[in-house]
């Protein structure tokens, strides 16, 4: 016989013999393992997406600005003053805002369950977004000569506001899923 009861916030599932009551803990970390690909698939377009927004277009297009090679001759010069008179900003702010606003879709999503939340929305942006402050610190460094533009402190705000936002998040989820196991633990000793 098996019950299910979903109001319940420890939400067990009684079989028929009695070894295999689940705690929320095992729930979760099943249901961990059994969201469709699909979720697992947005999760990671929308780190890179963010990602892309704080890093990739930047950092190509100051190369480019930059580039001695382009500079030889009247074509790569043409290239380059096209991409110093095109403002990234805005793109890669809406890289940004579509890639977070994915983001908030998947926590919302799945807000109930840490393990998931923690593997493949938190850890990885911050990871992404430790990344993009090394990258975003290498360019200023190496391409800019030490140069902060007003680019390079937006993105260093933005990409710090988000990286201690995730680890806010990790921390929290890390302490509420903490939580769930030690009472897990208890049901199971």
Known sequence: MRTENNSNPSRRITHSHPDTTQTRFTLMSVEANQIKARYNILAGLFAWIT???FITLPNTFT?????????ANPGGRAI??????LSLLPLAGA???LGLAGTCFL??????????LISHLFLPGLSHSFICLLSI????ISIQGGH????????????????????????IYYW??????????????
Not at 63 to 71: I, V
Not at 80 to 85: C, E, G, L, P, R
């Open 107 to 116: 926590w919302r999503t799945h807000q109930t369950n840490y393990i998931w």
């Open 51 to 53: 990602c892309a927004g």
């Open 80 to 85: 380059q003053q096209t991409i110093k008179n």
């Open 95 to 97: 890289f940004c805002l």
């Open 137 to 140: 610190a290498l360019n200023i």
């Open 148 to 171: 902060l533009s007003i680019t390079a402190n937006i993105a260093i705000i933005t990409v710090t506001l988000l990286c201690g936002a995730m680890l806010c998040l990790t921390v």
């Open 176 to 189: 509420l899923l903490s939580k769930i196991i030690a009472t897990h633990n208890k049901e199971n000793c």
């Open 63 to 71: 190369s480019l600005q930059n580039s001695s090679t382009l500079a």
